[in-house]
């Protein structure tokens, strides 16, 4: 029988990714998502996982940099929150645009959305 541990959710979300066996990580690094892509870095920093870690400018770039290495065939990963989302959402748009999408030939990322629960007033 396998053993329960606890663990912060932003390091469960970065193992989750390695046992995806995802190639690229692009990311821009944003709270309240941070973490993700902090714990991701050193499990690649430290050999427990072969892939490229991509620091980017915005979220825009993050998301264009995953479907560039999607179309060149690596499995994506990219971490956001939700105004990050918005960001990439000129990039959704576009692809869902492209010629290559029209002809059935999309780029696939997975990626998480982090919220910032905040006070409660």
């Known amino acids: 029988m396998s053993k329960r541990i606890g663990i912060e959710v932003s390091l ?3 193992e989750a990714v390695k046992m995806a066996n995802v190639d690229v990580i ?3 690094p944003i709270t309240p998502q941070t973490h ?4 991701i870095a050193e499990l690649i920093a430290n050999g427990e996982w072969d892939a490229e ?3 980017v400018e915005s979220e825009h770039s993050a998301l264009s940099a995953c479907l560039g290495a999607a179309a060149a065939g690596a499995r994506t990963f990219t971490a ?12 959704t748009y576009s692809q869902l645009h492209a010629p290559a999408y029209r002809h059935g030939r999309s780029q696939p990322c997975s990626f998480s959305s982090a919220i910032s629960m905040g ?3």
Do not use: K
């Open 12 to 14: 469960a979300i970065g």
């Open 26 to 28: 692009s990311a821009y």
């Open 36 to 39: 993700i892509v902090e714990g």
């Open 53 to 55: 870690s991509i620091t």
């Open 80 to 91: 956001t929150a939700g105004q990050g989302l918005e960001l990439m959402h000129e990039v």
């Open 119 to 121: 006070r409660s007033f």
